[in-house]
């Protein structure tokens, strides 16, 4: 059930249609590789198996700290079956996905820095064979004390954990202050504060990471892999492997879901290009489960103290955080995930003086790195949470708080990022409505209730990973006389479905009938560079790419029918597989025939388009541009909750989920976007987290273990499509893959506070911390809705 | 030593040398070419691997290949017949349950295996079948719809009399 609510006044953002209905936008087409998915046909990585493959496979450390005395790798190289072992001293080139912080190698060198540590690689006939030589390499360690907590980090600096770092075990710290903080606070008429703790979490997609590498008798090195970065990746088995970049072609077949999990090299990567350049055949390597939490990325664990000053009006005056980051072993986006640890909080409230303090720190852990919504999910969480406090302490509707401190469209943020579309207010109008929040709130019986909370996302970031003037996204067209359009495009399809975005748009443009849109992605000899699925870029930055592209061929389809019609270009439409001429029905020819018009008088068709952020939408200080993003999507969450004060199990019934995507492109993807981000905040509220034991062994590396949330769990879910219209954006639109998650788990946490009285401020809210929670409550003599 | 196992696959009847250790999972992906059927976890965990032996939801990657001599199977690949994709296929795609993707396979053959017992079920007698098939893209309300949508058309083209209607 599905309620879009356009909110005016509408900018279109760039493509046609303007003013006209659409005939491929905003409807619920299917996906154009659906088919494939639902036969079992898509061609994933572990999918490919070419002709003489062999099967590597890493060998990792049982340590989480230890220095490699001496690797002994001949008795595994003697072993029958065995083509091929390399270990770190094969790659000897440290690399990361921020040029500033490259401090990881492909496989251990000196020291390996967390249980999982790759260090050795074999290629053998079979995965069997593999598994049976890595047992036949020795290694000699000595092992050093393991540093497993921020705490230990800070305090023992002399006990680094990687050694690229410039101070201790600090991996970066970031202080901005915005205003008159100080000042703000001891102005204010209320202040909360408080401390709260996300535990992080990790993406877990079900496709595990895989990669194949095959050296051609051409000298060009192909890689294909689950990747989501394969520009980056491109970049990086260049410099690593030393090979010129132009003899390297990296693929990205189907991907099984990423989430962040995919979005930088992996070792796996760099062993099969390796492995396959020392055999001269293709080498694949597959993660086991147990593998990719090694590998992890995931959400970072924070601690994080708020102080949140504000009228008795409950207009904010000054917003204060302090935040602790363990960041595992590498860097990964640390740098990043820092920044936007604080630059993430500037809207959809409109702050008057804001501070934040974070400090990011290495340990002896899988390295964290981007999980969806990065580096905002957990301070969105402490932040909204001491929202609901303040509306609690100055007796507001916490719905009606956030209301009276909205920030607005067409403004700048505290940290001065540029704020464009704005569809906030109709995402708080659209769930207080929806969920009945008025009759619910502080109105149903012990142990039931309601929660809100809002958020804010980017589309994308301004910034490339790499410093560069070149667009951040491109796309070719291939025009065919058979009235067929080939799409060639950089962008990495992870299950967002943004292959499809860009044949509904090319259709529109085009006016060609989707099954003739052919398209062709992530294939670094074929399409023209994307940077990649991540931080939510890919709609707005190759949407627009997409209509610049078809510009031009518009314009030449139009100027030979317009000729041959006697019309002006302006009269002649291409829509739903016919160009016309409306007013005169003679004038109407299939969308081949027009194409062949134009090919006749222009030669062969084709085009290009490539799509650039804006770069004076932020502010000039040293940071000022990390979380710069050319327009911001708003959500807002009401959950419904009901918690057994006996067990302490918590019940999420229901989670109603407006979100301004700017405009739907398809709401039946947007709607999936939301409810796959609900669904995963939801589990990071009641379920998921990483515990480690004292030596830095990851207690439950499995799915078993990991406890995603399965049919059983998962709430209902409702959707709230609000559509604000961004100029900027593809015929309006902005992200809606990454936002929706935010306001979950605050959303739950508020909601368990209307049910029973307790704030809970660290994740995952397990039976044992809610009935913790409770019999403070009760210790302290204080009731709850008439109940002690 | 490999051992000869023979068996139906989607209609087929195949002769396989397998490895004593080998799972049903690797001989159909790896033997047979027969990649639909996904590995997410190799150990039960996760249902990806999901296909039908002898018309019951059996997780591929737990079954021993020597194991189904003499059995039917029945992958994902075995689902649409003559080209015509099964009412659960399309709904899968109309509705949108399949983002990834990676999960559809096995989420297909658990509904398959639900709507041939029960071409009535209740969203809560779906979760309940799917509840072994993790997905971490979708939230499963799509998946839902989609299974409930199916199994309403199935229902209907079973009810129809002989010859008319369409499913
Ligand atoms: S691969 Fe069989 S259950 Fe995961
Ligand atoms: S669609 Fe991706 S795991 Fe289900």
Redesign the pocket.
């Known amino acids: 059930m599905t309620g879009r609510r356009p909110v005016g006044p509408a900018g279109p953002g760039p493509g046609s249609g303007e003013g006209a209905a659409f005939s491929v936008i905003g409807k619920r087409n299917r996906k154009v590789d659906g088919r494939r998915k639902v036969t079992g046909q898509s061609i994933f990585t572990d999918d490919l198996q070419p002709a003489r493959l062999l099967h590597g496979k890493i060998l990792r450390s049982p340590h989480a700290h230890a220095r490699i005395r001496s690797i002994d790798t001949r008795r595994a190289a003697a072993h029958p079956g065995v083509h091929a072992v390399i270990t770190g001293r094969d790659l000897p080139v440290a690399y990361g996905i921020i040029p500033w912080t490259r401090d990881e190698y492909p496989l251990a060198i000196d020291k390996v820095l967390y249980v999982g540590d790759g260090v050795a690689a074999v290629a053998a006939d079979d995965e069997r064979t593999a598994e049976a030589a890595l047992a036949l390499i020795e290694i000699d360690y000595q092992v050093l004390p393991a540093v497993l907590t921020v705490e230990d980090a800070l305090a023992h600096p002399e006990n680094q954990v990687n050694t690229f770092s410039a101070k201790g075990n600090v991996s970066k710290q970031v202080r901005l202050t915005f205003g008159d903080v100080e000042g703000g606070l001891a102005g204010a008429e209320v202040v909360v504060e408080d401390t709260w703790f996300h535990a992080g979490s990790t993406h877990a997609a079900i496709e595990p990471h895989c990669a194949v590498g095959d050296l051609g008798a051409d000298g060009i090195l192909t890689v294909h892999s689950s990747t989501q970065v394969p520009h980056y990746l491109h970049r990086e088995l260049s410099r690593v492997l030393e090979l010129p970049i132009d003899r390297i072609r990296v693929i990205q077949p189907a991907v099984g879901g990423g989430f962040g999990g995919k979005s930088e090299p992996f070792d796996l990567e760099f062993a099969v290009a390796k492995l396959s350049c020392l055999t001269g055949r293709p080498v694949k390597i597959l993660y086991t489960r147990e593998e990719v939490f090694a590998a992890h990325r995931g959400r970072h664990p924070m601690l994080m103290t708020y102080q949140v000053g504000a009228r008795r009006d409950g207009m904010l005056t000054a917003v204060k955080a302090r935040i602790l980051i363990d960041g595992g072993a590498h860097s990964s986006f640390g740098l990043v995930t820092t920044y936007y640890s604080g630059q993430l909080l500037g809207a959809p409230y409109r702050l008057p003086a804001y501070e934040f303090d974070s400090t990011r720190v290495f340990t002896n852990k899988p390295s964290c790195g981007p999980k969806r919504g990065h580096g905002s999910v957990q301070p969105r969480f402490a932040f909204e949470c001491a929202l609901d406090m303040l509306a609690e302490r100055v007796a507001l509707d916490p719905i009606e708080l956030r209301r009276r401190n909205v920030l607005g469209a067409d403004t700048r943020t505290v940290n001065e990022f540029r704020v464009t579309s704005n569809g906030f207010l109709e995402c708080l109008a659209g769930v207080e409505r929806a969920s009945g929040w008025k009759e619910k709130f502080r109105q149903l019986p012990f142990g039931r209730g309601v929660g809100v909370a809002g958020s804010t996302y980017i589309s994308g970031t301004n910034y490339p990973i790499y410093p560069n003037e070149m667009p951040q996204s491109a796309v070719q067209l291939k025009v065919d006389r058979s009235g067929r359009v080939t799409v060639f495009a950089g962008v990495s399809d992870i299950g967002q479905g943004c292959d499809s975005v860009l044949a509904y748009i090319v259709a529109e443009e085009l006016g060609v009938a989707l099954d003739s849109i052919r398209v062709v992605t992530a294939d670094t000899d074929l399409t023209p560079v994307d940077l990649g699925a991540y931080s939510s870029r890919i709609t707005f930055m190759a949407g627009n790419a997409a209509i610049a592209a078809c510009a031009g061929v518009k314009r030449r389809i139009q100027d030979a029918m317009a000729q041959a019609w006697s019309v002006p270009p302006g009269q002649v439409r291409l829509a739903d597989g016919f160009a016309t001429a409306p007013g005169t029905p003679s004038h109407a020819v299939p969308i081949a025939e027009a194409f062949q018009a134009a090919e006749a008088r222009f030669g062969t068709l084709g085009g290009v388009g490539s799509y650039n952020t804006p770069k004076d939408v932020h502010g000039s200080y040293r940071g000022a541009t990390i979380g710069a993003s050319p327009a911001y999507s708003f959500s807002a969450h009401v959950a419904e909750v009901e918690v057994d004060d006996q067990t302490g199990q918590v019940r999420v019934k229901k989670i109603w989920v407006a979100h301004d995507c700017g405009r739907a492109l398809n709401p039946m993807l947007v709607e999936g976007q939301m409810e796959g981000s609900a669904a995963m905040g939801f589990g990071e509220a009641l379920f998921e987290e990483q515990p480690y034991d004292e030596r830095g062994l990851h207690r439950g590396p499995s799915?078993l273990d990991y406890p995603l949330a399965t049919t059983l769990d998962t709430p209902e879910l409702e959707s709230i499509i609000v559509e604000s219209g961004d100029r900027e954006g593809p015929y309006g639109a902005k992200e809606a893959g990454e936002g929706p998650l935010h306001p979950s788990i605050p959303a739950i946490a508020n909601a368990i506070h209307d049910a029973v009285g307790v704030r809970l401020t660290r994740l995952p809210f397990l039976p044992p911390r809610v009935l913790a929670a409770l019999e403070t409550r009760r210790q302290a003599g204080l009731s709850w809705k008439g109940r002690r | 030593m490999k051992e000869s196992v023979r068996f139906v696959v989607n209609g087929d009847p195949v002769e396989v040398l397998v490895e004593p250790g080998a799972t049903l999972?690797e001989c159909l992906r790896q033997d047979l070419g027969l990649t639909g059927s996904?590995?997410?976890?190799?150990?039960?965990?996760?249902?990806?691997?999901t296909v039908l032996l002898d018309g019951r939801a059996v997780?591929?990657?737990?079954v021993l290949a020597r194991s189904v001599e003499g059995r039917r199977v029945t992958t994902v690949e075995g689902l649409a017949e003559a080209g015509r994709l099964h009412p659960l296929q399309e709904a899968f795609d109309t509705q949108g349950a399949a983002q990834c993707g990676f999960c559809t396979p096995g989420m297909l053959m658990s509904a398959c295996a639900l709507i041939e017992e029960n071409d009535q079920p209740s969203r809560q007698d779906v979760r309940e079948a799917l509840s072994g098939n993790l997905c971490r893209c979708t939230g499963y309300t799509k998946i839902l719809d989609a299974v409930v949508k199916a199994a309403g058309e199935v229902h209907q083209a079973r009810a129809a009399p002989k010859g008319g209607g369409k499913p």
Request: proline content about 0%; some cysteine.
């Open positions: 799915l | 999972l996904k590995q997410g976890c190799d150990k039960g965990d996760c249902g990806a691997c997780l591929a990657c737990l």
